[in-house]
């Protein structure tokens, strides 16, 4: 685990909770002149995040999709003040431009319902859609919720 100087992360209960897994953690050189970079990046993304969960009223419990997503989203954009010759940062690791058609089609939290064939009355059975990595098509069904 790599971490900065924080005491939260390298003392109590952060500390004793790697040494039971038996991971090794190393703590980064203070003021690096890229850390600014990535924090002004984070602070970004946490931005973003914020804004789609407000725009949606998003339960709480849904941050962590909803982070997962703007981070996809800024990976796929161009950003200009990074060295990145103007491409997208996903094109710059991997050669290649990300496939963004499940960014774009769905807004965040956005209701999919069908008509399931096999629910009978009174028991609804919603399906939930959204972007499924490495697995099938971009948009693929993950996962049924039983309607109570």
């Not at 941050?63 to 161009?78: F, G, K, Y």
């Amino acid at each position: 685990m790599i971490m900065d100087g924080s005491k939260e992360q390298n003392l109590g209960e952060s500390a004793r909770k790697l040494r039971d897994a038996g991971c090794h953690k190393k703590q980064i050189e203070p003021h690096l002149p890229w850390m600014s970079l990535c924090e002004g990046e984070i602070r970004e993304l946490k931005h973003g995040s914020t804004r789609k969960m407000l725009k949606w009223n998003v339960p709480k419990k849904l941050w962590d999709h909803c982070l997962e997503l703007e981070s996809r989203i800024r990976s796929a954009t161009t950003l200009s003040r990074l060295d990145l010759d103007q491409e997208t940062p996903e094109a710059k690791m991997h050669g290649m431009s990300a496939d963004i058609s499940d960014i774009c089609e769905f807004e965040f939290y956005d209701w999919v319902i069908f008509n399931d064939s096999q629910a009978t009355f009174p028991e609804t059975k919603f399906h939930v859609v959204g972007p499924a990595v490495d697995v099938g098509s971009a948009l693929t069904d993950l996962q049924d919720i039983e309607k109570q």
